[in-house]
């Protein structure tokens, strides 16, 4: 979970909702949380390599799972480009001429991202062990730089005039929700979802996937809250006019804002220090999901939704074809955003967009009666809450952004159109996937007519549209529901079986 987030999410928050961002980082905490609270559940219910792909199977039929799967793919295939485009920002202040004054990455920058992409690509080609072990050997280090950074930081210079200059919430609550997917607060707590996709290699899922997604959104949270609160206290306003937060946004900070901080707070241990981790805490996050980005593509090839030669393994237990692919998309991603900030609010916005099929999922899966080692209190309020976040979090992405992702989404009715006959659809799914199509039209008309498009429809009056839409999209995917007899959540889609070394 921490990997780019914590370098850059404190610095773009603050330059859209000044000190009052760390209401965005509360806001975004509790909002993942039920999210995350609702995956903990299926990912015991279905503990399937690639799981978030195969849960609307079970419930509402082929035409969901199709778009809901292609839009959990793009989500997921693009976060390692974004992480490569971290890393190579702040490996400029080493060798220069990676990043431009803009800070898009340059030719050299995009090739140097490329290489890395290929270096985990080799890695994960091995096998899940050994994925395991060098994220493992990193990830202590990926909690502790952060937390030095902020006594560092805060016990050099610390100024609580800075929480009011320009006042604490310069711009009101409509920016203090628009830095929550914009400033890739939303994609800084996503990592949680890596143990649902590697539910299926893992030991023991019942007692230990409830602990990795909780306990890791907690300690997440305490994290970047300290992080923004460090920022804000310690920041320099060198050339800069004190309280025009949104000034920063295209000042020097855009180099490596942390980094920056540091550097001017004459703090040159720390430079050192944040210049190692805003490399290495980018790398590890972007194998891990190279890693999880192959278990959905597997999945969707096991189910018949992408080719089935994404299932075929290696002697190490790895869809290497998958894993080919996966590479593929992810070098062109570079391509037409070449900067963290452009690629972030579609990355988070596709991934949410998949993961909001889960409330549904677990709604009907509790009225079909299975088990679980870990239930949910009060589902039946957790449940449309979460849905309502995950829409609301689209949202506030802005106009043109919720078009660009319901357009990216409706793709996914190309593999599922293509394997009508294959996968022996039929009426039911195409009634079940009524409710996805429905968000998909849905989220962008409001957005466009909304405050955070055209401004029809003022603030706060949209985002009280967007939850009544919301529950009322809720209440029809729990009507329109497909629920599948015919497969079994105890049964493995297939890699789990194969893999013989220790996970």
């Given amino acids: 979970m921490i990997g780019s987030g914590w370098l850059f999410g404190a610095f773009y928050a603050a330059s859209i909702a000044g000190p009052a961002s760390i209401i965005s980082w509360i806001i975004g905490a509790l909002m993942i949380m039920v999210l995350a609270l609702v995956y903990a559940e299926l990912s015991v219910r279905i503990p399937k390599t690639g799981a978030a792909a195969i849960f609307p199977q079970y419930t509402h039929g082929k035409m969901t799972t199709a778009l809901n799967g292609w839009s959990l793919f793009m989500g997921y295939v693009s976060t390692p480009p974004l992480e490569m485009i971290a890393a190579i920002t702040y490996l400029n202040f080493i060798t220069g001429k990676l990043v431009n004054s803009n800070g898009f990455l340059t030719p050299l920058g995009m090739l140097l991202s490329v290489v890395f992409l290929v270096l985990f690509f080799v890695i994960n080609s091995i096998g899940i062990s050994r994925v395991a072990r060098f994220n493992s050997g990193i990830s202590l280090l990926k909690v502790i730089i952060p937390l030095t950074a902020v006594i560092a930081l805060t016990v050099t210079f610390f100024s609580v005039s800075n929480f009011t200059a320009g006042s604490f919430n310069p711009y009101?609550?409509?920016?203090?929700?628009?830095?929550?997917?914009?400033?890739?607060?939303?994609?800084?707590?996503?990592?949680?979802?890596?143990?649902?996709?590697?539910?299926?290699?893992?030991?023991?899922?019942?007692?230990?996937?409830?602990?990795?997604?909780?306990?890791?959104?907690?300690?997440?949270?305490?994290?970047?809250?300290a992080v923004q609160i460090a920022f804000i206290g310690s920041f320099q306003?060198?050339?800069?006019?004190?309280?025009?937060?949104?000034?920063?946004?295209?000042?020097?900070?855009?180099?490596?804002?942390?980094?920056?901080?540091?550097?001017?707070?004459?703090?040159?241990?720390?430079?050192?220090?944040?210049?190692?981790?805003?490399?290495?805490?980018?790398?590890?996050?972007?194998?891990?999901?190279?890693?999880?980005?192959?278990?959905?593509?597997?999945?969707?090839?096991?189910?018949?939704?992408?080719?089935?030669?994404?299932?075929?393994?290696?002697?190490?237990?790895?869809p290497f074809l998958a894993l080919l692919f996966d590479f593929l998309i992810m070098v062109i991603f570079i391509l037409p955003f070449p900067s963290w900030q452009s690629l972030v609010s579609i990355n988070s916005g596709m991934s949410i967009l998949a993961y909001a099929t889960g409330p549904l999922s677990l709604m009907i899966l509790r009225k079909k009666g299975e088990s679980a080692g870990f239930r949910v209190p009060i589902i039946q309020i957790i449940s449309p809450i979460a849905f309502i976040s995950a829409i609301l979090l689209i949202y506030w992405s802005g106009y043109p952004y919720t078009l660009y992702m319901s357009i990216i989404s409706l793709v996914g009715l190309v593999p599922f159109l293509i394997s009508i006959k294959r996968l022996n659809a039929t009426w039911k799914d195409v009634r079940g996937g009524i409710w996805f199509l429905l968000m998909l039209v849905t989220i962008p008309v409001i957005s466009y007519f909304g405050s955070y498009g055209t401004g029809i429809i003022a603030f706060p009056l949209d985002v009280v549209t967007v939850i009544i839409a919301s529950l009322a999209i809720y209440f029809v995917g729990l009507a329109f529901n497909n629920p599948s007899d015919s497969m079994n959540p105890q049964e493995t889609v297939g890699i789990e079986e194969v893999i013989a070394e220790p996970a």
Avoid: C, H
């Avoid at 707590?189 to 990795?212: C, M, Y």
């Avoid at 001017?264 to 805003?278: F, N, P, R």
């Avoid at 590890?284 to 080719?307: C, D, H, K, W």
């Fill in 172 to 225: 009101g609550m409509k920016a203090i929700f628009s830095a929550i997917p914009s400033a890739g607060i939303a994609f800084s707590f996503l990592g949680f979802r890596q143990a649902v996709e590697l539910a299926g290699e893992s030991k023991n899922p019942e007692k230990t996937l409830p602990v990795a997604i909780i306990l890791s959104v907690l300690i997440a949270t305490v994290i970047y809250i």
């Fill in 237 to 318: 306003w060198n050339g800069l006019t004190v309280g025009n937060w949104s000034s920063i946004a295209s000042s020097q900070y855009t180099r490596g804002p942390l980094l920056v901080l540091a550097s001017s707070l004459g703090i040159a241990w720390l430079a050192v220090l944040l210049l190692g981790d805003g490399v290495i805490s980018p790398l590890g996050t972007g194998n891990i999901y190279q890693t999880s980005t192959a278990r959905v593509a597997y999945a969707l090839g096991e189910m018949g939704y992408f080719p089935k030669i994404f299932t075929k393994l290696n002697r190490f237990g790895v």
